[in-house]
């Protein structure tokens, strides 16, 4: 879901973004098909950014992106508003506010569900 959502928000809302994905070819493959860029790592994709998404499976791969060693709470700068879109528990939701303060920035629980071709129309 996170494909399409990400797309939205560089085509239609003009905004510049950069991606990652654990499978580095969709990453190239998404900056390819809307002009935007990708990282290598999460940390490297949240560095400078105001707003940060993050859209995953479940909380332990929510924690892998956000809390790893190289996730992107970790080079986030002061302000900035870590967005999750990822349908987790209310225990990492916690978690990953407590974390986000704790740099301070701000977390917003977010969680999108529904099938696949609401994200590709929405917005």
């Known amino acids: 879901m996170g494909y399409p959502m990400a797309g939205h928000l560089k085509v239609k809302g ?14 190239e493959k998404w900056a390819a098909q809307f002009g935007g ?3 290598l790592t999460p940390a490297e994709a949240a560095r400078d950014a105001d707003f940060v998404f ?45 974390a986000a303060e704790a740099r301070g920035g701000f977390f917003v629980d977010a969680p999108v569900s529904g099938a696949r071709p609401a994200p590709k129309t929405a917005c």
């Open 54 to 98: 993050t859209c995953v499976g479940n909380d332990d791969d929510l924690r892998s992106v956000t809390t790893g060693p190289d996730g992107c709470l970790s080079s986030m700068k002061p302000g900035a508003i870590l967005i999750d879109n990822t349908t987790a528990s209310a225990e990492v939701a916690r978690e990953l506010e407590a």
């Open 14 to 27: 003009g905004h510049e973004v950069t991606v990652y994905n654990r499978t580095t070819a969709k990453a």
């Open 37 to 39: 860029a990708y990282a």
